[in-house]
């Protein structure tokens, strides 16, 4: 039985291999790909994702305020009567919210100013998840400038 499972996990590992290759080639023949590439704590997992995240077309954008819409990482106010607060948005792009949240998180690590600003939002209170958002709208303004 342990025989058989080895061999089709290195059968997995391979096709997994063969997959990271493509990936690979598919995301440095893009014109982005540099930009990308050279974000801090991106690396060879979250370089690609944020790219194929955020798309090829230079145009679909007007400012930075739609691709936070669209990824979920701006505010939303709820209001009701007297009462109104500022929420996460939940209409959104899903799996680009959660590569944003990776890549503030994984920044935390390379880049003092994400540090301080992260560290700054949680001693105002805010919850880690908060915090990361913050973060990720910063990034979401530098790399729309890029």
């Not at 598919?26 to 798309?55: C, M, N, T, V, Y």
């Not at 949240?101 to 994984?106: I, S, T």
Request: proline share 3%.
């Amino acid at each position: 039985m342990t025989l058989a499972l080895l061999e089709q996990l290195s059968s997995l590992v391979e096709r997994i291999a063969e997959y990271d290759n493509e990936i690979e080639r598919l995301f440095s023949q893009h014109s982005d790909a540099p930009i990308f590439r050279r974000l801090p704590g991106a690396g060879k997992r979250l370089a690609p994702r944020l790219l194929a995240e955020w798309g090829g077309d230079r145009g679909r954008y007007e400012d930075a305020s739609g691709v936070q819409a669209l990824a979920g990482t701006s505010p939303v106010v709820y209001q009701s009567g007297n009462y109104s607060r500022a929420r996460k948005r939940y209409a959104c792009n899903k799996p680009f919210r959660n590569t944003l949240y990776q890549y503030a998180w994984a920044s935390l690590q390379k880049e003092e100013w994400a540090a301080e600003y992260y560290g700054r939002k949680r001693e105002e209170g805010k919850s880690h998840t908060m915090a990361l958002r913050a973060l990720a709208n910063q990034w979401v303004r530098i790399i729309h400038a890029l």
